[in-house]
DNA sequence: AAAACGGGGCG
DNA sequence: CGCCCAGTTTT
């Protein structure tokens, strides 16, 4: 039965490939470059095909091969990675070119590539199939949800990774894991969606135990989700000559070494009475409503620089500081802070 | 095993 | 406005 349904799969790919910029098609007689591939996987982590597209040509036409990327400084791959999110990501990606430059190539294998910052489990198998042709078992969010709908997995994913693997296997038997793996990526998002899954026009229905129960939508079941606490926070405008006072923050933890307005520590409780300007802001594990400040001068025995404010664009800033200042230049138009 | 870690798009 | 997305790293 597995068989049938993966034959199918792939036979649709086939016909209904997207026509993805680090991808080589279905009927192409070579492999994608490593880097390509590499740089899209790494993108597309958690970020959507929609958001990567135009991102992946910027990054592929300022470093066009790993030797460019590891030449560079991290901040220059910070400030183009700016608005992407889940900013380790970009921290990674530089200490990997470098140590993929470093060795001459990208590792082969996917215990080699496992090695690597920022790649992971999913990472290494799905670049060790796609650029390499291993005969690895690619398992992202996609294929356990093509999985678990096939075999009406009636449990949470994340208590079930061990049978998902065990139930992936045979999908990649004896095929082109990274045409198997690219089949389903796109099964999974066009097809096999988490909402309203488009059943009539799957080629695996007739395999598929979640569309013999009427119910497809609800496999694999999701686990509650926890609430967000609230934040509030002060960043402070420090406007002199027409440049802005910016920092850099700390490498580690949030938004880590990205350029930022200055500000007070984010904390919980009651926000600020009333403030003129404020942003609010939704991280994964909280939200943040951050007030903005004019003042005079930086604290004493702050580090930071001054930023002109005709190339605020170039320093990078992400998206909740993009957000700021975007808020304090319409008040600013508007409003009587400087009238 | 669980938490930390962004942002955009969609219904 | 809540949910979801081609996950990895740290605790």
């Not at 030449?71 to 700016?82: G, H, R, S, T, V």
């Not at 089949?183 to 909402?195: N, Q, S, V």
């Not at 509030?232 to 406007?239: R, S």
């Not at 027409?242 to 920092?247: I, Y």
């Amino acid at each position: 039965m597995p068989a049938r349904a993966r034959d199918a799969i792939l036979a649709h790919y086939h016909r209904t490939a997207r026509d993805l910029p680090w991808r080589v098609g279905p009927r192409a007689n070579h492999r994608p470059d490593p880097y390509r591939v590499w740089l899209s996987e790494v993108m597309l982590q958690q970020t959507t095909v929609a958001t990567v597209t135009p991102r992946f040509a910027a990054f592929l036409e300022r470093w066009p091969d790993v030797e460019a990327m590891a030449a560079a400084p991290l901040e220059d791959i910070l400030q183009q990675w700016a608005g992407l999110g889940y900013y380790a990501r970009a921290r990674n990606l530089h200490a990997c070119a470098r140590a993929v430059a470093e060795r001459g190539g990208f590792p082969e294998t996917e215990a080699g590539l496992r090695e690597l910052p920022g790649i992971g489990a999913y990472t290494a198998a799905a670049i060790a199939a796609i650029a390499f042709g291993e005969d690895s078992v690619v398992i992202d969010t996609n294929v356990e949800r093509v999985v678990a709908r096939l075999h009406a997995l009636d449990r949470p994913v994340k208590s079930a990774k061990g049978e998902i693997a065990r139930l992936a296997d045979p999908l990649f038997d004896s095929v082109d894991s990274g045409q198997m793996a690219q089949a389903l990526m796109d099964l999974g998002a066009t097809i096999c969606r988490p909402k309203n899954p488009k059943c009539s026009e799957c080629p695996a229905q007739a395999d598929c135990k979640a569309f013999a129960s009427g119910t497809p939508e609800a496999f694999p079941p999701k686990p509650p989700r926890k609430q967000r606490p609230e934040r509030h926070g002060t960043a402070w405008w420090i406007e002199r000559e027409g440049k802005l006072f910016l920092v850099r923050r700390p490498e580690k933890g949030l938004l880590g070494g990205m350029a930022a307005l200055p500000g007070t520590d984010w904390n919980d409780g009651t926000p600020d009475e009333n403030p003129a300007i404020s942003v609010r802001h939704v991280f994964t594990h909280f939200a943040l409503t951050l007030s903005i400040e004019e003042r005079d001068a930086p604290p004493d025995q702050t580090e930071g620089w001054w930023q002109p404010l005709d190339r605020l664009d170039e320093a990078g800033l992400p998206t909740l500081y993009a957000k700021a200042v975007k808020a304090f230049a319409k008040a600013e138009r508007s409003g009587p802070l400087t009238a």
